[in-house]
Nanobody, 123 residues
Framework: QVLLVESGGGLVQAGGSLRLSCAAS????????MGWFRQAPGKEREFVAR????????SYADSVKGRFTISRDNAKNTVYLVMNSLKPEDTAVYFC????????????????WGQGTQVAVSS
C-alpha cells in the first residue's frame, strides 16, 4: 500500500512557475515508477510526465515538453513536477500516481493515486 499526498498547487499568472510535490509513504518508494496526470473540468484525465524508480528515465506529454520537469528524491520519498512558462490551458487538478513494472502513460496502469492539487493559470 502506498499513500500519496500532493502539494504545491495554486493560482499563478500565465508565464509563471509552480513546483508540485508528491510525498509517498512506505519503504519501497524506489521500486515504483511515478507519474503526474492532470484533469481539467469536463475533460478526461491525461498523462503529463513519468519517471522511473531510479529517476534515470523520464518522459513527457508533448503539450508540456520543454516546460515541465519531473524529478524524484528517493531518500525523501518524494516526486516533484516543476512547471515553467505556465499557460491557461495548464489549468487542472494535478494528480501523482504510482505503479510497478508497467512503465505506462495510461492512467489505468497506475495502482495508487493522490487526492490531487489544483493548479489555476490566469491569462
Amino acid at each position: 500500500q502506498v499513500l500519496l499526498v500532493e502539494s504545491g498547487g495554486g493560482l499563478v499568472q500565465a508565464g509563471g512557475s509552480l513546483r508540485l510535490s508528491c510525498a509517498a509513504s512506505g519503504r519501497t518508494f524506489s521500486t515504483y515508477n511515478m507519474g503526474w496526470f492532470r484533469q481539467a473540468p469536463g475533460k478526461e484525465r491525461e498523462f503529463v510526465a513519468r519517471i522511473s524508480g531510479s529517476g534515470v528515465i523520464t518522459s513527457y506529454a508533448d503539450s508540456v515538453k520543454g516546460r515541465f520537469t519531473i524529478s524524484r528524491d528517493n531518500a525523501k520519498n518524494t516526486v516533484y513536477l516543476v512547471m515553467n512558462s505556465l499557460k491557461p490551458e495548464d489549468t487542472a487538478v494535478y494528480f501523482c500516481a504510482a505503479e510497478i513494472g508497467t512503465w505506462s502513460e495510461v492512467a489505468y496502469a497506475y495502482n495508487y493515486w493522490g487526492q490531487g492539487t489544483q493548479v489555476a493559470v490566469s491569462s
